[in-house]
């Protein structure tokens, strides 16, 4: 079985603009294949599968695949690169999501030298002009090794910028129960989108081997939702089990 690393651009079209979402699974298994763009057949794992046949009937969606992730870092960042600079151009800011899990490590791969500086793409990034949020964060503190934030500061955010301006557009959450902890971010995302014309310019989302992606898990009763936001769950499959997660809708930019 061949292992194939890959990342997934979305193109999701509103009126007067368009919003990218970008997916970057875990290593999925093939039998068989090279995808090149969306017109590619591809044997992978039920879940994958299922996740790519989706896209494969959106003509606006494009699967890139590499022999692994040090190839994904540079090209994920120069997609990026080009995203914020559209954004900019059209509306002087962006507004991006972002979850943990192995996404920041494979972003950073093209954003951070191994020196620890930024790299010419990121360089190029107005990071003063993104107001980001958390795809999905874990209900624990900030320094804890379970931490969304932790994780993308750690090798990221901290390494392309030390702004200010840019660090206190990081949206981090406010310890509380769950359901506490979402409302409050979910009034800090309401207010962000009315700025951005009530949609992300940028999605960036890992992929688990079991299909999940932000914290939404394959058969939990959160898929349902309809009208949150952000919804709060407390018996997440994977640990921790508390954690707060942008919803379906959002995602989908509806």
């Known amino acids: ?14 009126p007067g603009r368009r919003v990218t979402k970008i997916v970057s699974p ?7 294949g090279i995808i090149v763009s969306i017109l590619a057949v591809v044997y992978l794992h039920s ?44 509306r ?11 996404l920041p490590k494979i972003l950073a791969s093209g954003l951070v030298q191994d020196d620890g500086s930024p790299t010419s ?23 804890d090794k379970d931490s969304n ?9 901290s390494k392309v910028s030390s702004s200010e301006t840019f660090l206190s557009q990081i949206h981090t959450i406010e310890m509380g129960t769950p359901t506490k902890v979402a409302a409050a971010y979910q009034i800090e995302l309401q207010e962000a989108l009315k700025s951005s014309e009530n949609a992300f310019d940028l999605i960036l989302l890992g992929m688990g081997p079991d299909g999940h992606t932000a914290s939404l898990f394959p058969g939990h009763e959160l898929l349902k939702e309809s009208t949150l936001l ?14 707060i997660t942008l919803t379906y809708p959002v995602i989908n930019g509806k």
């Open 1 to 14: 079985m061949k292992s194939f690393d890959f990342f997934s651009v979305v193109s999701v079209y509103l």
């Open 26 to 32: 875990s290593p999925c298994y093939s039998a068989v």
């Open 47 to 90: 879940h994958t599968q299922s996740y790519l046949h989706s896209h494969f009937t959106n003509s606006m969606s494009k699967v890139h695949v590499f022999p692994g992730k040090s190839q994904i870092g540079a090209s994920l960042a120069e997609h990026v690169a080009k995203i914020s600079e559209q954004a900019i151009k059209e």
């Open 92 to 102: 002087g800011r962006v507004l991006v999501a972002i979850s943990g899990g192995s």
């Open 121 to 143: 793409i990121a360089q190029r990034i107005e990071w003063d002009k993104w107001h980001i949020f958390f795809a999905d964060e874990r209900v624990v503190p900030l320094d």
């Open 149 to 157: 934030f932790k994780a993308c500061n750690e090798v990221m955010f």
């Open 230 to 243: 952000v919804a709060s769950i407390d018996n997440s499959p994977k640990l921790p089990p508390k954690r």
